[in-house]
């Protein structure tokens, strides 16, 4: 009996664990273009990235119009749409 409640201890850890890594993080490094209470625009090489943020994003030091940032995100997805394969 201990030994089943020792296995089911250890089987709940390694799924909080698991489960608590969650989503694989990125993050882009450059200059901020715009910011609004919702986005911020950052400028990696020739391409302009649109990050959303929140009331839950954390945001340290000054985040301004010109300011070189990191900002470490993930990808989500908002919506899904499956359609059926076409038959040849």
């Known amino acids: 009996m201990k030994k089943i409640l020792i296995f ?3 089987f709940l850890f390694v799924a909080t664990v698991a489960f ?3 989503l694989k ?3 882009v490094t450059g200059p901020v273009l715009e ?3 919702d986005m911020v625009v950052v400028q ?3 391409d302009k990235w649109q990050i959303g943020r929140d009331a839950a994003t954390k945001v ?3 985040l ?3 300011s070189k940032v990191t900002i470490e995100y993930t990808m989500k997805a908002v919506t899904v ?3 059926e394969a076409k038959k040849k």
């Open 81 to 83: 749409e499956a359609k």
């Open 20 to 22: 608590a890594a969650g």
């Open 60 to 62: 340290t030091g000054d």
């Open 64 to 66: 301004k119009v010109g």
């Open 44 to 46: 990696k090489g020739k």
């Open 25 to 27: 993080t990125y993050q």
């Open 35 to 37: 910011v609004t209470s």
């Open 8 to 10: 089911g201890c250890a």
